[in-house]
């Protein structure tokens, strides 16, 4: 058994001291000069290191309906990592980090509050607060780096940081900065995209400190850095409030707006005898403790008037004004989030003009693609976290489906249902439906995901299933559905009594896909005899190739050479729905592409074509359905030959579909009854 100092010294071996000691480096004005012609880029804007940071975890080249995206493993790799997934929103992410790019670049965006607007639960919040703890873990990287400055205090031992921890080179007079810049940027690396600049002035608290101490050195700053400052390694945290802030909105009688930037400190109005002396100040305001990084608004437009016109000033000019004093310089990314009908206000608020000129509208609409909202779901409820409980093939997939269904606007193509729709955007293919209609079906619906089923109230109802159903070892997607259609009759957000309806039948709607999915593969285990799929797949592709080569075909009871057998080859073609005019086609194409194996010389198998596996087997299904007679399941009168061929069918759904002894048994059950009430489609 282990003991406490064997757990210690355990631990101890797995401390980075030297990691330690590069996080806590100090050293004077003219060591941190050296550090900047080496590395420039501690030099950086808020914003050139927020977009830094994004690009540091690489990117990727990913096709949506022929378009290439770039995806930012950001918000896929470090998400997941910590937790957290943004699925479905590449478009959207592109946005904003092109929005950082333009600010990077000084294209002007850096004058602007960043915007996260959408529907409640659409993951504006999980961007926000990735952002956050991305610029965290990216100051404490070689990459990352930056620094600000200390004062020593009259003892001559003790130091006092700057509040607003200020980059070290606003130090530099302002006469002198052109020199200074210049000669900087005369010793930066090749490649390095950005220049060094010093922008803005020393926090008021330094203001005062350097304009103190300077008599003393004769004038000589130079002199006065060396004996009083001392540079530091800067850490970002939220926690110690270093760098990164965010604000919550409360109600309009408590706000005050000395919470953004900051205020009087009584007791040392004593000590120092002014209230205007910025030693008795409070520089803890959301907007100083955030300068050199980022601060979060949450609900940002629920704000009261004064603190937006704060804003103004903070995205526009990088300037805030704390009470008495003069506008203070800040470096910072201001990024918000709210919901529509808070937009909407801000839009019929004509005072509010100021403000929206000064914004960046980023849409984060609900995920409209099926695969991707799965994700989100699997996320949480999966093997790990829901121990004891089996959840049943496709009890999350329905529930995801109809969450996408509630987001979509009906399609205006008459041929096409709103279920065929969604799958289209999750990549399926249909008869006369191509990559270019997905396209334009998105170009007719902009402002799709923009309402809906929020991600949440799934969430919610799936784990009210998990614990509902406390004696069952297994949740299928019946009890989901049930928790969902029960759930509507409270649901905070359904307006009326058509929107309940509507959503409702859109229920009903998955309920019949599920159905159809589920009889699917019952069929497909029944089917499942790889001797028996693997005879009839040679018996078809013999009757083809005879067909495309216009030979004859050998009977192989008789011996004799006949035409192809056209019955036969329908038979297997007609289960994956190949009109009778495109027959010639399917069957060029099967011969394409078993000739292309050859060339590469690969054996043809059936497994490796899915759409001709899946004919296989609903033909096979048809062949066989007779034998098991699945009907008399129901009766629970069956004889021991039929038992044990539904066991046999048993496991191929625990092997192949990922059902337990439960949740398989169900589902025979299931599809038998509909096979006794005669309810089977083509």
């Not at 064997?6 to 071996?13: C, F, G, K, Y």
């Not at 007679?629 to 625990?654: G, H, M, Y």
Request: net charge negative.
């Amino acid at each position: 058994m282990a003991t406490a100092t064997a757990i210690l010294d355990s631990v101890r071996t797995e401390i980075d001291t030297g990691d330690f000691q590069k996080l806590h480096w100090e050293g004077s004005f003219a060591d941190y000069l050296d550090i900047v012609m080496k590395t420039p880029g501690v030099t950086r804007s808020a914003f050139q290191r927020l977009y830094d940071m994004i690009l540091s975890h690489g990117t990727e080249d990913v096709y949506e309906n022929k378009e290439k995206q770039t995806r930012f493993k950001f918000f896929t790799e470090f998400a997941s990592n910590h937790g957290d997934g943004i699925y479905g929103l590449d478009r959207r992410l592109n946005q904003l980090v092109n929005t950082f790019k333009s600010a990077a670049l000084g294209y002007g965006t850096e004058r602007r509050v960043i915007l996260l607007h959408g529907p409640v639960g659409s993951a504006k919040s999980t961007i926000a607060r990735l952002l956050k703890r991305g610029l965290e873990e990216y100051s404490r990287s070689d990459a990352g780096q930056l620094y600000s400055f200390s004062w020593m205090n009259p003892d001559r031992t003790t130091w006092a940081k700057d509040p607003m921890h200020g980059d070290p080179l606003q130090l530099i007079p302002e006469e002198h900065r052109p020199k200074v810049i210049a000669m900087l940027n005369e010793t930066r690396p090749k490649g390095y995209q950005y220049d060094v600049t010093i922008k803005g002035d020393l926090s008021p608290y330094s203001r005062y400190e350097f304009k103190a101490r300077l008599p003393k050195y004769n004038g000589d700053w130079t002199k006065m850095l060396a004996e009083e400052v001392k540079v530091y390694r800067l850490t970002l945290s939220e926690k110690d409030r270093i760098g990164i802030g965010t604000f919550q909105p409360k109600d309009e009688k408590n706000q005050d707006s000395t919470e953004l930037t900051g205020d009087i400190n009584y007791r040392k109005i004593a000590e120092y005898g002014s209230d205007s002396d910025p030693r008795a100040f409070n520089f803890d305001g959301e907007l100083n403790i955030a300068n050199r990084g980022i601060v979060e608004f949450i609900e940002v437009l629920k704000l009261d008037v004064a603190f937006l016109y704060d804003l103004l000033g903070a995205s526009q000019e990088h300037k805030i004004k704390p009470k008495k004093f003069a506008q203070t310089d800040i470096d910072e990314v201001i990024l918000g989030h709210t919901n529509e009908p808070e937009y909407k206000r801000l839009q019929n608020n004509e005072f509010m003009e100021a403000l929206r000129d000064r914004t960046v509208k980023i849409d984060v609409p609900y995920v409209t693609r099926l695969k991707d909202e799965v994700r989100i779901y699997e996320k949480d409820f999966n093997a790990d976290k829901v121990r004891g409980k089996h959840i049943a093939p496709h009890t999350i997939e329905v529930a995801a489906m109809w969450a996408i269904l509630t987001r979509l606007n009906p399609p205006k193509h008459a041929g096409l249902s709103l279920m065929q729709k969604m799958k289209l955007y999750n990549g399926k293919t249909l008869p006369g439906f191509t990559e270019d209609n997905v396209i334009e079906l998105k170009r007719d619906a902009l402002n799709e995901g923009m309402t809906g089923i929020s991600p949440r109230y799934i969430q919610d109802k799936i784990s009210n299933a998990l614990v509902a159903h406390p004696d069952e070892d297994n949740i299928n997607p019946f009890m989901v559905m049930k928790e969902l259609e029960e759930g509507l009759r409270h649901h905070s957000l359904i307006k009326d009594e058509d929107q309940y309806r509507y959503y409702k039948e859109l229920l009903a709607v998955v309920r019949e896909e599920y159905e159809d999915v589920v009889k699917n593969e019952v069929q497909r285990a029944i089917a499942a005899d790889d001797e028996a799929l693997a005879k009839l797949c040679g018996n078809y592709i013999d009757n083809v190739k005879a067909y495309t080569q216009r030979e004859k075909v050998r009977d192989r009871y008789t011996g004799n050479y006949v035409e192809p057998d056209e019955r036969l080859m329908r038979s297997v073609e007609e289960k994956i729905d190949i009109p009778d005019g495109r027959k010639d086609d399917f069957r060029r194409e099967i011969m394409n592409y078993i000739g292309a194996l050859a060339i590469d010389g690969k054996k043809f198998d059936y497994r490796t074509n899915e759409r001709l596996q899946k004919a296989l087997e609903l033909k096979l299904f048809e062949d066989q359905k007779d034998s098991i007679k699945l009907s008399t399941i129901v009766s629970n009168v069956v004889d021991k030959a039929t038992q044990e061929k539904i066991d046999v069918v048993k496991s191929r759904l625990i092997r192949n579909y990922g059902y337990n002894e439960s949740s398989a048994t169900d589902v025979l059950n299931f599809v038998a009854s509909i096979f006794a009430r005669g309810q089977t489609k083509k």
